[in-house]
């Protein structure tokens, strides 16, 4: 038995050192904290079986608990780190799982004053050895629960390795089970009274075999060279991380669980959202889950943003639904870019279309009549067609800055350049400006936008006495560009155009000018608010402040 | 340019033409291993507890295994942990070390768990001496305990390093043969204690002379580091001085035979001409293994006639 032990003292040692060299990998402190314990065991075994006095076979026996204690919590910690189960490994959790084997230690040394582990001890010859038999005390029984509870504890996340894909895993939790089962059978059966080793609990002989057992862990299957510990946190970041909000319902329709992002697109929070039906939560979100159409698109309540909803089925090891994962991927740009190129298409297609049949009508009537006036309808027709062709290719032109890094550009110099051209083009128009802060900067996009506001202002006043009043109002983050004019005002479905997200369909398409002030301003972060009846007409720009230089 | 084996007519490469080549390899790599490995430092060991076992009249027990398994054990870890500060100083030893690291901690790793299996034979003192090595190099090289924060590596604490390392070794090599023997301690123990004590601490400062530079790049302060070579030669001739006074004290109380005076002022006097080569050589590598060695002339007159 001697030679077991000490075989299990140098296993263990050699065990420990070559894990401690591993640190911080998960599971290396505490693989150390349990050779040690083992180690710890197993020398005290030997003292004891050495030890001639009953007074020093005490001493010994008593001292043993301080390394049979630190066992079971060593090795719950251990398997915890291993398998990933890092939350229950936190500086609160070990201090909680470490006052028994505190207590334990304590008693041990203290056990001849209160007999909590032993109530008694005496010398008797066994089978020709002098050993120390010792009767149970209510706090061994307490220790060996607690010693097999957290032995049971820490062989869950050893089991679900164990059908780990990765043949490296499996190897690692089959020998750490066989490292646990040896010392625990011995002594189940030493408890049991079925060896005879005259008295002396043979569990640390065991140790040889489990030490053995760590040590190929270690060298044969990598224990801490593969480690199975990110799995679970990494599935959980996936699940937290993805672009993409989620939702994981029940049979039943209830939030079983959601990440973050889906909780921000419903405008709730995972505390508010969990246990709660999907239909309390999100009304609409349900209403296209109930739909059979193909292309399933949500739009949360007050905002623009745009969402493409998926469902896939949830189901368990016999193939049987238990639940469903709704995803939730933003569209928002891609959905928006597509109406865009629809209204693109609808208001040049019409455009055109009337345009040229116009000409080829007049055309038609020019070859047998000489009409000045009808020979003005068709080059006005025709240079409207060539105006709708330039704006669309400003229109493109914006779309392709927005997916470019721009320039910051000082927004007094931009709108200083467009009242100045204003002024030059439009002469008749009386222009006032009032610049505001000249310090501050704007996304380069604004350029446009602002010229083609200003332009538009002055370009349909019809009045007698035609003027443009341009105002710049700043706050810390955003500046109000403020452009109002005396002109007849914009007409309602102009509007409806570029206000109400631009799916409407077009009656008459003239409002080229104004998609690209809403789309334009949209693109670089800004808003664009009308005000328009037939005295006249103000537009406001929401332009985000994106620096300040100095005067 | 590198100069081959074949072509290389001196009379040393004539005589190793002699020696089949996979038998020099494996000479070579004997020689290395004992070498960079530091397992030489282990036979010294062994044979410093043979030399307090005869000095105290212990029986010969398994201390002296003991002993060099635990400093094969930490040399060879401390090889592997310093790997890149030792580039500089030592690149030989650090290109084997690097090269067979795993190993050598593995090995290191075994020999340790071999000693306190050992050591536990030897009684619950023993045992606890088997562990000193092994906290004493935790508290040496470890960043142990990185949550107190103001807690720093006690390598770079000026004296602390030389006399913590001195310390567990004199422990360990005076105490174990004792421990093992499970006799009373002899009144002349705590003489060769301190005079282990201080000669160890002259071999501990003397390889710093050559690794001071690299020492001072990472912040360990050693004697050469704050007192220079020369300084450091004064000090080391003084704690030479001071072994040998202690050596005579205890001659004159009646504590040490004058046999036992005699060799042992032989390995004071080994050190105190080492000392004075400080500074004086370039061979600082070869003065480094030689104060390594003071111990063998005292083996040679101690144990060598006991043979």
Known sequence: MKLALLASIAVGVTTGLLAWRERPEPGAVPLVFLMAGQCWWSATLIFRIEATTLGMKVLFSNSTWLGVALIPAAWLLFALEYGGYNEYTTRRHVLLIMIVPAITAFLGFTDQFHHLIYLDATLIHQDGILTLSRTPGPWFWVIAVYTYLLGFLGLVPLFKLITSQVRSFRGQSLTLLVGLIAPWATNLAHLSGYLPTAGIDPTPVAFTLSGVAYLSALTQFKLFGASPTPIRHARRSLYEQMHQGALVLDTHGTIVDMNDRAATVLGTTTERALGESLETVSPELTAIGDTTQHKRVFTPKGTRRTYDVSESPVTDVHDRTIGRIITLHDISDLFRMQQRLEVLHRVFRHNIRTNIQVILGYAGYLATHNSQSKAETLKRNALEIEATGEKVREIIDVFEEGRKERENLRLHAVLRECVDAMERRYPEVTVEYDSGPENLLVDGLFDIVCSNVIENAAQ???????????????????????????????????????????????????????????????????????????????????????????? | MAIKPQTNTNDSSVLLRAVPPRLYRLGTLLKNFLLFSSAY?????????????????????????????????????????????????????????????????????????????LAVLGGPAAFGLALVPGVAWLCYAQDWLPSIGQVKRLKQVFVLNSVLVAGAWALVIVFLPMAFAEGPIPPAAGVIFLFFFLSSFIR???????????????????????????????????????????????????????PELAWLLVSVVYLAVIVAGLGRTDNNGGLTVAAECSRLPVLALVVVPLL
């Open chain 2, 41 to 117: 430092l282990a036979i010294i060991a062994a044979a410093e507890v043979l030399i307090v076992t005869e000095l105290l009249s212990l029986p010969l027990t398994p201390a002296a295994l003991v002993a060099g398994l635990l400093t094969f054990a930490v040399y060879g870890n401390d090889r592997v942990a310093d790997l890149e500060t030792d580039e500089r100083t030592t690149p030989a030893r650090t290109a084997f070390v690097q090269r067979y690291h795993r190993l050598l901690y593995a090995l290191s790793a075994a020999a340790y768990g071999l000693a306190v299996a």
């Open chain 1, 460 to 551: 349909h006043n019809t009045s007698s006495e035609p003027w443009v009043r341009v105002t710049v109002e700043a706050s810390e983050e955003t500046v109000e560009v403020r452009v109002a004019d005396n002109g007849p005002g914009i007409e309602p479905h102009e509007l409806a155009l570029v206000e109400d997200g631009t799916e409407t369909p077009l009656k008459h398409g003239s409002g080229f000018g104004l998609a690209l002030v809403v789309w334009g301003a949209d693109i670089a972060g800004g808003s664009v608010a009308f005000e328009s009846d037939a005295a006249g007409t103000c537009v406001t720009l929401e332009i985000p402040v994106a620096g300040r230089v100095n005067p």
């Open chain 2, 204 to 258: 501990v400062e003397i390889p710093n002379v050559r690794d001071r530079v690299g020492d001072r790049e990472i912040g360990v302060k050693t004697l050469p580091v704050v007192l220079g070579v020369r300084g450091t030669r004064y000090a080391l001739y003084g704690v030479s001085g001071l072994a040998g006074a202690l050596l005579v004290t205890a001659f004159v109380e009646g504590l040490l035979a004058l």
